[in-house]
């Protein structure tokens, strides 16, 4: 069964759905942005079935996010690697990290978020610091956290002719 | 067929899937992020069908992203109203429609970014400003933009005993 296809709708959110709906995607894309390269590598980490990756990451290749280089002639062998469409996606996969850890690691079990993280196995950390790194999604203009009671849709206005 | 279960893997962007995986779920709390609280207009406004928008809204109200409240007696009526786990899933979407806006509206097809997003139909924009609003992804310590060749995951260290 095909489900709704989303990826010809007006809206962003829309179109990034239809992507990220393919169920496995971002768990590919998050060994992609780990390093991964390799099918059988992205297979043994993350336990999918053969033919599930090889839809997603052939769908990731036609869409943009990885290319598939030849590493080795004989026999022929190829890899996956992010490109930069794919590398921007990452923002994506930590604003997600970031609300799956305040919400989905829920110690006490009452619903509340967890402002200490404590039952979530990893982390983020800065490559070069070491620090922590801590996802917000903010306004770039004005730097102030994104907050649903401040954001609305409108139509975007056409440009007048040059 | 029931696909695979991510929601009690050890990564919080796994178990994000597991609930935005359920395909029309980001498209629901879309609605829900702009107000909308009535089964019959998440209907009509998604063209859902009857029975994936109820298993949806199901999920949801179990998850706790939302909470059914009833706001009519006769004949008996509820509605559906964003809990604070629900609302802040909203800077996910917005990371969502950023990524979206910049890469999937590829005005002349050459596969690159387009950072006028003209072909966007909509815009968001902060309710007392009029602003347009550009979500972006930081470090909350730092401020600096989330960058994937600079952040890694790391196993939590145990606490020491107190």
């Given at each position: 069964?095909?489900?709704?296809?989303?990826?010809?709708?007006?809206?962003?959110?829309?179109?990034?759905?239809?992507?990220?709906?393919?169920?496995?995607?971002?768990?590919?894309?998050?060994?992609?942005?780990?390093?991964?390269?390799?099918?059988?590598?992205?297979?043994?980490?993350?336990?999918?079935?053969?033919?599930?990756?090889?839809?997603?990451?052939?769908?990731?290749?036609?869409?943009?996010?990885?290319?598939?280089?030849?590493?080795?002639?004989?026999?022929?062998?190829?890899?996956?690697?992010?490109?930069?469409?794919?590398?921007?996606?990452?923002?994506?996969?930590a604003a997600?990290w970031r609300w799956?850890s305040d919400?989905?690691?829920?110690?006490?079990?009452?619903?509340?978020?967890?402002?200490?993280?404590?039952?979530?196995?990893?982390?983020?950390?800065?490559?070069?610091?070491?620090?922590?790194?801590r996802p917000l999604?903010?306004?770039?203009?004005?730097?102030?956290?994104?907050?649903?009671?401040?954001?609305?849709?409108?139509?975007?206005?056409?440009?007048?002719?040059?």
């Open positions: 069964m095909r489900r709704t296809r989303f990826d010809t709708a007006p809206c962003p959110i829309a179109r990034t759905t239809d992507l990220i709906g393919d169920w496995w995607t971002p768990l590919v894309l998050r060994e992609a942005c780990s390093g991964v390269r390799r099918f059988d590598d992205f297979q043994q980490r993350l336990d999918i079935p053969r033919a599930s990756l090889t839809a997603r990451l052939d769908r990731l290749v036609d869409d943009g996010l990885l290319r598939r280089e030849q590493y080795q002639d004989h026999p022929v062998r190829h890899e996956y690697r992010l490109t930069r469409k794919g590398a921007e996606f990452y923002p994506v996969l997600m799956g919400w989905l690691f829920d110690a006490d079990g009452d619903g509340s978020a967890d402002p200490t993280r404590a039952g979530v196995p990893f982390q983020l950390v800065d490559v070069g610091s070491g620090a922590e790194v999604v903010v306004d770039e203009t004005t730097g102030d956290p994104i907050d649903v009671r401040r954001v609305r849709l409108r139509r975007r206005s056409p440009r007048p002719a040059p």
